[in-house]
Nanobody
Framework: QVRLVESGGGLIQAGGSLRLSCAASGSIFGFTAMGWYRQAPGKQRELVATINKGGSINSAKSVQGRFTISRDNAKNTVDLQMNSLKPEDTAVYYC??????????WGQGTQVTVSS
């Protein structure tokens, strides 16, 4: 059974930095895409950034230049380094992975709150 364990998040002032980490386990063949989504109160869940096993990245324009996604294929981990945080980045951040059967998995979510 696939399991995602997230860490990081918390309360930070605008302009600060946070790092989110996600460790995936339970898939014999590993994962194709790994990444992060977020959901702010009253809004739909949205893409933050994803990275495939070859290192290709897809990210939201709102975070480009501020957030960096990286993964360790050997450890099945994906990290999100968030710099220059803004109040509008406040949301619950969810780790997401897709296995080679194209099945989606989600973490439990971690709260990021950016104060102005």
């Amino acid at each position: 059974q696939v399991r995602l364990v997230e860490s990081g998040g918390g309360l930070i002032q605008a302009g600060g930095s946070l790092r989110l980490s996600c460790a995936a386990s339970g898939s014999i063949f590993g994962f194709t895409a790994m990444g992060w989504y977020r959901q702010a109160p009253g809004k739909q869940r949205e893409l933050v950034a994803t990275i495939n096993k070859g290192g290709s990245i897809n990210s939201a324009k709102s975070v480009q230049g501020r957030f960096t996604i990286s993964r360790d294929n050997a450890k099945n981990t994906v990290d999100l380094q968030m710099n220059s945080l803004k109040p509008e980045d406040t949301a619950v951040y969810y780790c997401n992975t897709i296995d080679y059967g194209l099945k989606n998995y989600w973490g439990q979510g971690t709260q990021v709150t950016v104060s102005s």
